[in-house]
């Protein structure tokens, strides 16, 4: 299976929402335009996803919709409590193994730190086992061989919005 890994784009400081909390963050023009961007590259690469989760999140979940539209999957965004900040990332692997059939290739889009240890769970064994930060609206994909909460995967790529964004 080959997972996704997408950190959330640029979000306005939790000031300048109407509650003042850090989950109603919502993505600032500029991010909008990165997310939009990225999806973009990602369709003009042949590169699809049959499955995207997403944290719950305000900036997070825009990010994830951005990118299914623009990956035209015709579906929308499952929005899953494992992918807060706040969780471990075991517990998103738990929900992972329970998927069935397992999709072919499916995107996560999350925050960071969450995302790193994730990455490093599932390439080392060990969720400080990989020095690895993903900027906002970076992505990285790994190959799982299998999905357990241990080394079952391979970081094949990992791109920064300069990529696809040299603004």
């Given at each position: 299976?080959?997972?996704?890994?997408?950190?959330?784009?640029?979000?306005?400081?939790?000031?300048?929402?109407?509650?003042?909390?850090?989950?109603?963050?919502?993505?600032?023009?500029?991010?909008?335009?990165?997310?939009?961007?990225?999806?973009?590259?990602?369709?003009?690469?042949?590169?699809?996803?049959?499955?995207?989760?997403?944290?719950?999140?305000?900036?997070?979940?825009?990010?994830?919709?951005?990118?299914?539209?623009?990956?035209?999957?015709?579906?929308?965004?499952?929005?899953?409590?494992?992918?807060?900040?706040?969780?471990?990332?075991?517990?998103?692997?738990?929900?992972?193994?329970?998927?069935?059939?397992?999709?072919?290739?499916?995107?996560?889009?999350?925050?960071?730190?969450?995302?790193?240890?994730?990455?490093?769970l599932l390439c080392t064994g060990d969720p400080d086992g990989l020095d690895l930060t993903l900027k906002k609206c970076g992505l990285c994909r790994l190959e799982l061989d299998s999905v357990r909460a241990g080394r079952c995967a391979t970081l094949e790529w990992l791109i920064s919005?300069?990529?696809?964004?040299?603004?």
């Amino acid at each position: 299976m080959k997972l996704y890994l997408l950190r959330h784009a640029e979000a306005v400081d939790a000031t300048e929402t109407a509650s003042g909390k850090d989950e109603d963050r919502a993505l600032t023009p500029r991010g909008r335009r990165r997310a939009r961007a990225l999806a973009h590259a990602l369709r003009q690469r042949g590169i699809q996803c049959d499955l995207v989760w997403t944290s719950p999140l305000v900036r997070a979940r825009q990010t994830a919709d951005i990118l299914a539209r623009g990956l035209r999957l015709g579906r929308a965004p499952v929005v899953v409590e494992s992918l807060a900040p706040d969780q471990p990332p075991r517990h998103l692997v738990a929900e992972l193994q329970a998927l069935r059939p397992l999709p072919d290739a499916m995107m996560l889009v999350g925050h960071e730190p969450f995302l790193s240890r994730l990455a490093a769970l599932l390439c080392t064994g060990d969720p400080d086992g990989l020095d690895l930060t993903l900027k906002k609206c970076g992505l990285c994909r790994l190959e799982l061989d299998s999905v357990r909460a241990g080394r079952c995967a391979t970081l094949e790529w990992l791109i920064s919005p300069r990529w696809f964004d040299p603004e």
